[in-house]
T-cell receptor, first 118, second 114 residues
Framework: AQKITQTQPGMFVQEKEAVTLDCTYD???????LFWYKQPSSGEMIFLIY??????QNATEGRYSLNFQKARKSANLVISASQLGDSAMYFC???????????????FGQGTTLQVKP | ETGVTQSPTHLIKTRGQQVTLRCSSQ?????VSWYQQALGQGPQFIFQ???????GRGNFPPRFSGLQFPNYSSELNVNALELDDSALYLC?????????????FGPGTRLTVL
C-alpha cells in the first residue's frame, strides 16, 4: 500500500529565511511521482513542484526545490526566501504506476501548516 | 490561475438529500479526478474519469457516483447524504489518464450536511 507521512503539523519561519517541510513515503510501485501542493485558507490546492522517481536531478521551481532522497524514501520541500504569502497548508502527495495500468489516484499526507512571521 | 472551475462554491443540504457538484476541466485536459477533504485532513481520492469512463475508484460507497461529458466536464453525485459527507470536494484535471501527469485542482465546493 502507498503511504505519505508528514510529521510536522505546524512550522514557523521568519520572513526571508529558508524552510524545509518534511515528507516520507512508502510504495512498492516501480515508478512513481511525488508532488507538493499549497493550500491557502481559500481552499484551492495549488501545484508547486513534481519529482519523478527516475529523475536524476532534484526538481526546482523558482523558490521551491525538492530534496529527493530515493534510498531514504524522502521528498522534502525547501522554500527559500520565505514570504508572508507563503503562509498556508502544504501537502505532499504521491501517484504510482504499478505497470498493470494507471492507478489514477493521488495519495496525500496529513499536511503541514506553515506560518511566515514578519 | 489553473483553469479548473467548480460550482457551486458552497452548499448546505440536510441528511438524506442528494447533491450534484460540477467541475469544468482545464482546456486540453481529458481526465478529471474527484477528492473529498474533511476538515484538517488531506484529500481522499473518490474516483477518476478518463475520456468519459471511470478509471479508478477509492474507498467510497456506491452512493458516490459520477459522470464525465464529451467536453470532459464532470459531475459528482452523492445520494442519501450523511453528516460525515460534510467536507471540501475538490476536482482536479490532468492532460491524460497517465499516472504521472500533474493534476491541477479547482477551488473546491464546500458541502455542509445538517
Amino acid at each position: 500500500a502507498q503511504k505519505i507521512t508528514q510529521t510536522q503539523p505546524g512550522m514557523f519561519v521568519q520572513e526571508k529565511e529558508a524552510v524545509t517541510l518534511d515528507c516520507t513515503y512508502d510504495t512498492s510501485d516501480p515508478s512513481y511521482g511525488l508532488f507538493w501542493y499549497k493550500q491557502p485558507s481559500s481552499g484551492e490546492m495549488i501545484f508547486l513542484i513534481y519529482q519523478g522517481s527516475y529523475d536524476q536531478q532534484n526538481a526546482t521551481e523558482g523558490r521551491y526545490s525538492l530534496n529527493f532522497q530515493k534510498a531514504r524514501k524522502s521528498a522534502n520541500l525547501v522554500i527559500s526566501a520565505s514570504q508572508l504569502g507563503d503562509s498556508a497548508m502544504y501537502f505532499c502527495a504521491m501517484r504510482g504506476f504499478s505497470g498493470s495500468g494507471n492507478t489514477g489516484k493521488l495519495i496525500f499526507g496529513q499536511g503541514t501548516t506553515l506560518q511566515v512571521k514578519p | 490561475e489553473t483553469g479548473v472551475t467548480q460550482s457551486p462554491t458552497h452548499l448546505i443540504k440536510t441528511r438524506g438529500q442528494q447533491v450534484t457538484l460540477r467541475c469544468s476541466s482545464q482546456s486540453g485536459h481529458n481526465t478529471v479526478s474527484w477528492y473529498q477533504q474533511a476538515l484538517g485532513q488531506g484529500p481522499q481520492f473518490i474516483f477518476q474519469y478518463y475520456r468519459e469512463e471511470e478509471n479508478g475508484r477509492g474507498n467510497f460507497p456506491p452512493r458516490f457516483s459520477g459522470l464525465q461529458f464529451p467536453n470532459y466536464s464532470s459531475e459528482l453525485n452523492v445520494n442519501a447524504l450523511e453528516l460525515d459527507d460534510s467536507a471540501l470536494y475538490l476536482c482536479a484535471s490532468s492532460f491524460s489518464g497517465r499516472a504521472l501527469d500533474t493534476q491541477y485542482f479547482g477551488p473546491g465546493t464546500r458541502l455542509t450536511v445538517l
